[in-house]
C-alpha cells in the first residue's frame, strides 16, 4: 500500500508532543515530508527529527500546500490560523486534520466545512480524548442504550492551577479565548459524542477574568508562574446548553479556579436507565470510569480504571489516544472510510464556546439558529 504523504503546519507543542511522534510510529502507513513554521529552526528541527531524507522545510504554509508530493495536512497552528490554513488545503487538494478547536469563531469553522464540501477529500479535528480506552467503552454503553436517554450532563475541565506558560495560550487575538476553547473543547466534545445530541438551541454563559492577572494567583501553578502582566484570556467560564429535545449540558472550564479537585477531559452522563462519570485529570492518577445504577434491589456503581494522568497524555489501557487518532485517521484516508470525529461535530463544538463568550459579554441567553 502506498504510504501517505505527510505534512505539518507549525512545528510547536502539540505538534511535538503528539502529532509527530504518534505518526512516527505509523511509518507502515505513511511518512513526514514538509514542515512548516514562521520559526523556520523549528521546521528545521522536526524535519530531522521526524522527517524523510529529503523532507522539505518551509515557512511559506503556501509553498507546503504547492508542494505535490504531499497528501495530507495536519493544522497545527493558533486557533486564529486554522481556518485560512484549512481551506487553501482542501483547495490545493490535500485531506486535512485540523487540531482543536475547528475554529475560534463558527464563522470560521463554517468556512472550512464548506471548502471541505467542496473538496471530496478527507477531514477531521483533533479530540483524542475519544481515543481514550475507558471513553471508548463509556460510548458503547451509549450506543448500546444502556443508559436510557441521557436528559442532563455535565462537561468538566477544571484545573485548580495549572494555566500554560508557553507559547499563544494567553494570547486572546491569536487563540481567541483560554480555558473555555483549549480544554473545555474536549469535555464538551466527550459529552455531546456520548448523548450523540448535535441540535443546541440556546446557551447561557459566565466567563470570568478574576485570577489571570493577580500575580498572588499564579503561586503553585503546575507550570510555574504565569506572568499577569501580559494575560489577556479568562481564567474561567461556565455555561448552561439547552437542546431540542430538551436535554442539558452544564460546561465548566478553568485553567485557575480556587477549588479542591482538578478534572479535565470528563464527563458526568444522567440517564433514564444508569448514570456514569469519567474521572480524569490532575487529582485523579488513574482514569476512572463508574457506571452507577440500580441493580436487584440495590444501587451499584460499576468501576473500570485505567492508567491515566493530566491532559496529555500518559499511561491508559491498550493504545495510548494519540496514536489511536492517527492510526484512525490515516485508515479512514487509506480505505475512504470515515474519521471518527467528523466535522459537523466539532462545528457544534465551536458553535456553543462561541455561544459562551457572547452570552458572557451580553448577559443574554443565545439562541442558536
Given amino acids: 500500500m502506498k504510504k501517505l504523504k505527510i505534512g505539518l503546519v507549525g512545528c510547536g507543542g502539540i505538534a511535538n508532543n503528539k502529532h509527530m511522534p504518534a505518526l512516527s510510529k505509523l511509518s507502515d502507513k505513511c511518512e513526514m515530508v514538509a514542515f512548516c513554521d514562521i520559526i523556520v529552526e523549528r521546521a528545521e528541527k522536526a524535519a530531522k527529527e521526524y522527517g524523510t531524507p529529503d523532507a522539505k522545510v518551509y515557512t511559506d504554509y503556501t509553498e507546503l500546500l504547492a508542494n505535490p508530493d504531499v497528501d495530507v495536512v495536519h493544522v497545527l497552528t493558533p486557533n486564529v490560523a486554522h481556518r485560512p490554513i484549512t481551506v487553501a488545503a482542501f483547495e490545493a487538494g490535500k485531506h486535512v486534520m485540523c487540531e482543536k478547536p475547528m475554529a475560534h469563531t463558527s464563522a470560521d469553522a463554517q468556512a472550512m466545512l464548506d471548502a471541505w464540501r467542496k473538496s471530496g477529500k478527507k477531514f477531521t479535528i483533533g479530540y483524542q480524548n475519544r481515543f481514550r480506552p475507558e ?5 458503547q454503553c451509549c450506543e448500546n442504550d444502556e ?17 500554560p506558560t508557553w507559547g499563544v495560550f494567553p494570547n486572546k487575538a491569536l487563540q481567541g479565548g483560554g480555558p473555555l476553547i483549549d480544554i473545555g473543547t474536549h469535555a464538551l466534545d466527550m459529552t455531546l459524542w456520548m448523548m450523540n445530541n448535535y441540535e443546541p438551541v440556546s446557551v447561557t454563559g459566565q466567563v470570568f477574568y478574576k485570577l489571570g492577572n493577580l500575580k498572588q494567583a499564579t503561586e503553585g501553578n503546575m507550570f510555574g508562574p504565569w506572568d499577569p502582566e501580559t494575560y489577556e484570556v479568562e481564567d474561567s467560564a461556565f455555561g448552561m446548553i439547552k437542546f431540542k429535545n430538551g436535554a442539558a449540558i452544564q460546561l465548566e472550564a478553568s485553567w485557575a479556579l480556587n477549588v479542591q479537585t482538578s478534572r479535565e477531559a470528563s464527563t458526568t452522563l444522567c440517564g433514564t436507565k444508569a448514570g456514569a462519570e469519567v474521572y480524569s485529570g490532575m487529582s485523579f492518577p488513574n482514569n476512572k470510569l463508574i457506571i452507577n ?24 489501557l491498550g493504545e495510548e489516544p494519540g496514536l489511536a487518532e492517527a492510526r484512525q485517521w490515516l485508515d479512514a484516508i487509506a480505505n475512504d472510510g470515515e474519521p471518527l470525529v467528523k466535522p459537523e461535530q466539532a462545528f457544534k463544538v465551536t458553535q456553543i464556546l462561541e455561544a459562551i463568550y457572547e452570552s458572557s459579554a451580553t448577559g443574554k441567553e443565545v439562541v442558536l439558529g
Avoid: S
Avoid at 135 to 139: A, E, F, K, S
Avoid at 293 to 316: P, Q, S
Fill in 135 to 139: 471513553v471508548q467503552m463509556l460510548h
Fill in 147 to 163: 443508559l436510557g436517554e441521557i436528559y442532563f450532563a455535565k462537561a468538566h475541565a477544571i484545573r485548580r492551577r495549572a494555566v
Fill in 293 to 316: 445504577r440500580g441493580h436487584n434491589g440495590m444501587l451499584t456503581d460499576e468501576e473500570i480504571c485505567g492508567a491515566g494522568n493530566v491532559a496529555y497524555f500518559e499511561g491508559g
